[in-house]
């Protein structure tokens, strides 16, 4: 069974760093996109930041843009979400996703793992 599994999250102070860890595991299979979203009681999930392996290329959200960092690590079909400055409003689920075909929507989703920014 491919899955992907979220660690890392926890209680951070603001202006503080965490940094979240995704790990593919399961049948050989291949990602091309593996990115991040999160979701806030009430709000809709939304995208964060994500990394295109053909490529090396990162995309972020505005939100984030500066404070958050997507690093790849393609021999472990791992991607990592490095979080500076990190804000009260950054509280949420954090979700990883893959996207298993080439040019595809994402299409494998981890469990998710909390992240809470006290003030």
């Known amino acids: 069974q491919v899955q992907l599994v979220e660690s890392g999250g926890g209680l951070v102070q603001a202006g503080g760093s965490l940094r979240l860890s995704c790990a593919a595991s399961?049948?050989?299979?291949?990602?091309?996109?593996m990115g991040w979203f999160r979701q806030s009681p009430g709000k809709e999930r939304e995208f964060v930041g994500n990394?295109?392996?053909?490529?090396?290329?990162?995309y972020y959200a505005d939100s984030v843009k500066g404070r958050f960092i997507v690093v790849g690590d393609n021999a472990k079909n791992s991607v990592y979400l490095q979080m500076n400055s990190l804000r009260p409003e950054d509280t949420a689920v954090y979700y990883c996703?893959?996207?298993?075909?080439?040019?595809?929507?994402?299409?494998?989703w981890g469990q998710g793992t909390q992240v809470t920014v006290s003030s």
């Open positions: 990394l295109r392996w053909s490529t090396g290329y990162t």
């Open positions: 996703a893959a996207t298993t075909t080439p040019g595809g929507s994402y299409d494998l």
């Open positions: 399961g049948r050989a299979f291949s990602t091309y996109v």
